[in-house]
């Protein structure tokens, strides 16, 4: 692990840390341009690594164009075979010291990556969660704020843990904290999974609040209210397992 920077370093914190942008995709050439111009402004040492589950409304024609840039990377999967693959797919191509990942619809900032890395190049935490919550309730639908609320309740008391966004997009991870790790979701569960396996292995998920605009379904939102119960199954299946 690197040293910290003195005060008088004039380096940002994370300035040693590479890290891979992990962006899963499926049908999102309304929005996977702006998303990809904001993460390259982000001033970090970072590679951009997209998997695309098959699109069929001409983003991967969009991702062909992106590909070209030195910093990104373009996995394309024959079928839609859900998030959580995808980010299967994207951290075992992973090369950085830190993962995070980054839906492409806009709903959360990839300004907020310094915050998000900060405990971790300081070495106060080796996972940092980013919360949707932390602050004050966000503007969302209210069947979606009880399912996390839910969630994370459910968390907390399986795990003995104190966390406010267990389903939250920012789950940002040394890559070294995962290794050997098996998920077996596939579909949007995987991150609950995912929280449930790291508190397992014994790391303190530090959180820090985030910038979430919600969109709705009319604007190509795909969670729906079955994923709430595959994801309270996991965590019941987590809680009687090992990772």
């Known amino acids: 692990m690197p040293d910290r920077p003195s005060s008088a370093d004039p380096r940002p914190p ?3 840390l590479r890290l891979s942008v992990i962006v899963p995709v499926y049908n999102e050439k309304r929005t996977i341009e702006a998303l990809l111009e904001k993460v390259r402004a982000v001033p970090v040492d970072k590679e951009i690594i ?5 699109s069929i409304d001409g983003t991967r024609e ?3 164009e992106q590909e070209r840039h030195a910093d990104t990377r373009v996995i394309y999967q024959e079928a839609r075979n859900g998030r959580g693959a995808a980010l299967k797919e994207g951290i075992a191509a992973a090369t950085g ?3 995070i990942f980054q839906d492409a619809d806009l709903e959360v900032d990839p300004a907020d990556y310094p915050d998000l890395l ?5 070495g ?7 919360s949707r919550f932390l602050e004050n309730r966000p503007r969302m639908g209210l069947l979606q704020w009880l399912g996390n609320v ?11 843990v104190r966390l406010t966004d267990v ?7 040394r890559r070294e904290a995962i290794r050997g790790l098996r998920i077996h979701n596939n579909n949007f569960a995987f991150t609950v999974e995912l929280t449930c396996r790291l508190i397992q292995r014994g790391h303190a998920i530090r959180e820090i609040p985030i910038t979430y605009i919600p969109r709705g379904r009319a604007e190509g939102k795909k969670v729906y209210w079955g994923d709430g119960f595959v994801s309270l199954w996991t965590i019941l299946r987590c809680r009687l397992t090992r990772p």
């Open 150 to 160: 839910a969630l994370t309740k459910m968390v907390n008391l399986f795990f003995r």
């Open 50 to 54: 997209i998997v695309d589950g098959n």
């Open 167 to 173: 389903e939250t997009c920012y789950q940002v991870f």
């Open 97 to 99: 010291d830190v993962v």
């Open 14 to 16: 994370n300035a040693d």
């Open 118 to 122: 900060a405990p971790i190049a300081s």
């Open 62 to 64: 969009i991702l062909r």
């Open 124 to 130: 106060e935490a080796e996972v940092v969660f980013g």
